[in-house]
């Protein structure tokens, strides 16, 4: 199983300690003493799974991307916030033991690669911490190809439809995965490109995707 570029779980398990320690309001309202106030909680926890297919695949997504789910994405992808992963990945962590528990056995995990620049700016990767505080297991991780790392960080949102795919198409690779059954993870799941091309990597390397399952999906 690829696991390059994946943080050391210490790293992750560091930032979440650091994050018992920092000064909290809720990132919904500011209330004091809570990363998430109960009443946040009790939004975040109305806020609806989204199903949607991906290249013929069932997409899984915790949450819809909108309101508070979307801001505490950021808050944790952006600012950094790791005390917002334990109330985000409960929901996806189960969505991931649950696609395992309908998967064939010794179905394997796989992440969609974060983008180099996000990656780098982070230094920790939010699906695994995700993942870690929400009980799942270790995920390998695709790889990008040459032209992916070259084609990465072009905004995509000044493209239309059809360039946005043809852009994607090649960007990655999966590899050890001949006659794998496959689960895909990401973060946010938007036109579901990257998705995509992340179930053609894994169909060209003879795996087989069974599920993908996001922490949020972009309604359509
Ligand atoms: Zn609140």
Known sequence: MPQHNVPTPWRDALLAVLGLFLPV???GCGQPDHALC???RAVLAATPR???LV???RLDAAYEYEGLVRILLLELKLRGRVDVARPLGVRFGALLRAALA???AGAVVLRIPPSPAGARRR???PVVLLLARGGARRTG???RTRAGRARAGHGQKERSAV???AATVGTLRASGVTGQDVVLVDDVVTTGVTMAEGVRAVRAGGGRVVRCVAVASVDD
């Open 163 to 165: 360039e946005r795919v």
């Open 38 to 40: 109960p009443p946040c």
């Open 102 to 104: 309908e998967a064939p």
């Open 123 to 125: 230094g920790f990767d």
């Open 141 to 143: 991780q695709l790889r």
């Open 50 to 52: 989204r199903v949607r």
């Open 55 to 57: 290249a013929g695949v």
């Open 25 to 27: 309001a809720c990132l």
